[in-house]
């Protein structure tokens, strides 16, 4: 079974320019979160889709923006890019909805690695 | 405010001795812990998880001990493989079942030598 799938796997762009990342869960799966993983941290929360409902959203600017489509895949779109926005962006799927009490692990794509210069 | 914190950038073990790779967190609403390894150009791979309930888990050559007086845990991987060389990140999550946002570490880069 093919894994979550991210698009494209690399990206470059120049300040200003708005870029559009995309990710196919695991197949089954209804929920979507995006990640950003700058140098030397953790990945940091940006997102989280259900069922196409915002479930939550991390501490980002309103540059940030995403949606999930009846297929359950999603885009996540960035605005006004900024030297800053350099980083890796991580797509997780699980299987449930996120508010649900059952064990419901987050697996996550290969990432999109976004260079702004 | 870093939340979850992984005090060692790195670690290096010797085959087959134990690797034991530490996290503590400050937020005591996490209630669902969770490890996961990175290799370089690859996403984050669940490796294994905890639940606030218990106090260790295992699979395999990893276990999980969670402390939660302490607020801290810790993954043994016995007998560490050069195949384990990877990042490690500790990831936490209110609500249960970890499909919440997680809250990661900043990572520990595990080197096991031959």
């Known amino acids: 079974d093919a894994g979550v799938t991210q698009s494209p796997t690399h990206l470059i762009k120049t300040r200003g320019q708005q870029v559009t990342l995309r990710c196919s869960p695991i197949?089954?799966?209804?929920?979507v979160s995006w990640y950003q993983q700058v140098l030397g941290q953790g990945p940091q929360f940006i997102f989280q889709?259900?069922?196409?409902?915002?479930?939550g959203r991390g501490n980002f600017p309103d540059r940030f923006s995403a949606r999930q489509f009846p297929n359950y895949s999603s885009e996540l779109n960035v605005n006004a890019l900024l030297l800053g926005d350099s980083a890796l962006y991580l797509c997780?799927?699980?299987?449930?909805?996120?508010?649900?009490?059952?064990?419901?692990?987050?697996?996550f794509g290969a990432g999109t690695r976004l260079s702004v210069l | 405010d870093q939340q979850v914190k992984q005090n060692s950038p790195s670690l290096s073990v010797q085959e087959g001795r134990i690797s034991i790779l530490n996290c503590d967190y400050t937020n005591s609403m996490f209630d669902y812990f969770l490890w996961y390894k990175k290799y370089p150009a690859e996403g984050p791979t669940f490796l294994i998880s905890?639940?606030?309930?218990?106090d260790k888990n295992e699979d395999g050559r990893f276990t999980v001990f969670l402390n939660k007086s302490a607020k801290h845990l810790s993954l043994h991987i016995v007998p560490s493989q050069p195949g384990d060389s990877a990042v490690y990140f500790c990831a936490a999550s209110e609500g249960t079942g970890g499909g919440n946002k997680l809250t990661f570490g900043t990572g520990t880069q595990l080197k096991v030598e031959l």
């Open positions: 997780a799927s699980s299987l449930r909805d996120p508010r649900g009490l059952a064990k419901n692990i987050q697996y």
């Open positions: 889709y259900y069922e196409k409902e915002e479930r």
């Open positions: 905890i639940s606030s309930i218990k």
């Open positions: 197949s089954g799966h209804k929920s």
